[in-house]
């Protein structure tokens, strides 16, 4: 039997409920399919060759799957990878055998657990002993921004000749415009959507909310997975500030439910401290929602000039965009146009082309 592979293509951690970096790997390896490539998976993919690897390799496994695919990649990676003669693997995130034959070409999201440690998270040694290890024998690095690519210079002193930023894309087909009479909505409402954890700055939209002069007209929804860690420090936050009947807390919502959650906004509120792209800024503009975003990371070269970009540690500067966007409609009106052409930039075709270009000149 003829095992050879022309590229390896590592989804062994690809989750059933969608998170940023499976939407990353669904989008991107599809359009590698010239490279006939081997997915390494834990179920077969119609139309492309699959090895089959464990099902217990994902953060749905917590902690613990994290460390099996971590020993999974460090022992048997390696093994599957010579067995099938690959002469590359690509993994959508910055993980690889060390200390072996596998030549590697690495996506990484973002360093978020470095600029905002935790002493208890497991992850602050994974990015801070594990992580620079793989960058430094990887092939080469790819990242989705220009952000993403200094971080990774500065904090792992890597060249930048040997990074590549491709910006990520979004579902032009669902995140769209629809016929939706925002009047009809029963509370107008501003909307956060993403976790719960300190550097998504969500405690600070709290308050910037219920600074608003007529806060009791509107309400604010945070929308996705709630954390016990966090999420109950939010709702006593507003309790506190009295705003608790205008809270209105969301967990998880299925992905087809988005876009009408999007379009129904006032805006979307997303002063985060640190994002390595910032999905929720591109799929909000793809609806033609106002976007309130910070001037900081990535984000500015998401939303260009069709946000409203403030100080994400300045409460008032929060507030202030909030009020202008709720009682501004040609405001409102001109950030939708600027929102639907920026969006147009991003595409998935031209995420997985541009991924294609590279891993072609690396496998060769």
Known sequence: MNYQSNLLI????????????????????????????????????????????????????????????LLW??????????????????????????????????????????RFPKKTSPLTPYFK????????????????????????????NIPSHKITPILLGYDHQHFKPLKINKEAVTVPYFLYLGRHDPHKNVSRIVKAFANLKNYQNYQLWLVGPTDKRYTPKLIEQAKELGIEKQLKILDYVA?????????????????????????????AMGCGTPVITSNLSSLPEVAGDAALLINP???????????????????RSQLKTLGLQQAKKFSWQTT????LDLLKKVVN
Not at 91 to 111: F, G, I, K, N, T
Not at 255 to 281: C, D, H, M, T
Not at 352 to 355: C, F, M, S, V
Request: charged share 20%.
């Open 10 to 69: 590592n989804l062994s951690l690809l989750l059933s409920k969608p998170t940023g970096i499976t939407v990353y790997a669904n989008n991107v390896f599809p359009y590698l399919k010239s490279l006939e490539p081997t997915l390494l998976a834990s179920h077969q993919y119609q139309d492309f060759k699959t090895y089959l690897v464990p099902d217990n390799l994902t953060p749905e496994q917590g902690t613990k799957g994290h460390l099996n695919r």
């Open 255 to 283: 992905y087809e439910k988005l876009p009408r959650i999007l379009n129904q906004a006032l805006a979307l509120v997303f002063p985060s401290l640190w994002e390595g792209f910032g999905f929720p800024v591109v799929e």
């Open 129 to 156: 002993y594990y992580i620079p290890q793989v960058l430094k024998q990887a092939e080469h690095i790819i990242c989705n921004s220009q952000a993403t690519a200094k971080d990774i210079s500065d904090f792992f």
């Open 313 to 331: 540690y300045n409460v008032k500067e929060i507030t202030i965009a909030m009020e202008k966007i709720a009682q501004d409609d040609e405001m």
């Open 73 to 114: 990649t460090q022992f048997k990676l390696p093994k599957i990878y010579q067995k099938l003669q690959a002469p590359l693997l690509f993994s959508p995130v910055p993980e690889a055998p060390l200390y072996s034959q596998c030549r590697s070409v690495v996506m990484v999201h973002d360093l978020i657990p470095l």
């Open 352 to 355: 997985g082309q541009q991924t």
